[in-house]
């Protein structure tokens, strides 16, 4: 059971102000359209008696989108906490490459997953020490909270990895390969949150969340989901 609480009034302000102040990624969707894009929400305003907040006009839609007014958006986001959030309003116009869109009238604060995750180039991996050994993940998929992949076992079987749910794992250093871009983020702690054996794959997978990680790599990483994000929309605009 989903338990649900309504956010009205002058707490929506306390909400988005907070959002802007943290720079909380914002999963931006357009309704009756197949498009989502990661966002981040710059500012609020006031015209006319009338509140808004604004975001950047992707430029995924700065050829196919002019005319705002009117156009049914839906935003998700985490809070620090874990907790997620979710509201509707209306777009309402496009000015200096920024988006105005409505007050939502409420924001929706639901107990359901925690963070967005995306999925990541091959040649992804994160690389830490368990038990004295060395070890390699081969990240699936990463969220700002932790990373899924498989483990490589290098001729060990799996179940002498002895990985346990609540295994604290410190030092970890994520490596992403894009083409010929290699980018290194460094993890303080992490904790095992999930382990599973595929009995018809000799790997282990690790679902691990990240802890303890400072301002600047939390920052890289952002910028990585952003970017990992655009190219999977730009993918998509092809192949419409």
């Not at 907070?18 to 990661?38: A, F, N, P």
């Not at 006009?57 to 998700?76: C, K, R, T």
């Not at 967005?116 to 690389?127: A, G, H, S």
Request: charged letters at 25%; proline letters at 4%; one cysteine or more.
């Amino acid at each position: 059971m989903i338990n649900a609480e309504t956010i009205q009034g002058e707490a929506i302000t306390s909400v988005l102000n907070e959002l802007i102040q943290t720079r909380t990624l914002v999963r931006m969707k357009i309704t009756g359209k197949d498009y989502e894009q990661l966002t981040l929400i710059h500012a609020l305003r006031s015209r006319k008696g009338i509140r808004y907040f604004l975001i950047e006009h992707p430029v995924e839609l700065q050829d196919v989108l002019i005319d705002y007014s009117g156009l049914p958006f839906q935003f998700e986001f985490t809070s620090p906490e874990g907790i997620p959030y979710s509201f509707n309003t209306l777009g309402d116009w496009m000015e200096d490459e920024e988006i105005w869109l409505r007050f939502p009238e409420t924001i929706e604060r639901r107990q359901q997953r925690k963070n967005f995750r995306i999925e990541v180039p091959e040649n992804t991996f994160l690389y830490f020490t368990h038990r004295g050994e060395k070890q390699t993940l081969a990240v699936m998929n990463v969220s700002l909270g932790g990373s899924l992949g498989l483990m490589l076992c290098k001729g060990v079987s799996p179940e002498r990895l002895q990985f346990e749910v609540g295994d604290t794992i410190e030092n970890l250093k994520l490596v992403f390969r894009n083409g010929p871009l290699t980018r290194q983020l460094n993890i303080q702690r992490a904790k095992v949150v999930r382990t599973e054996i595929n009995q018809n794959n000799p790997k282990i997978c690790l679902a691990c969340e990240f802890v303890t990680i400072d301002k600047d790599n939390e920052r890289k990483l952002t910028e990585i989901i952003f970017e990992l994000q655009r190219q999977l929309l730009r993918q998509r605009l092809r192949d419409l």
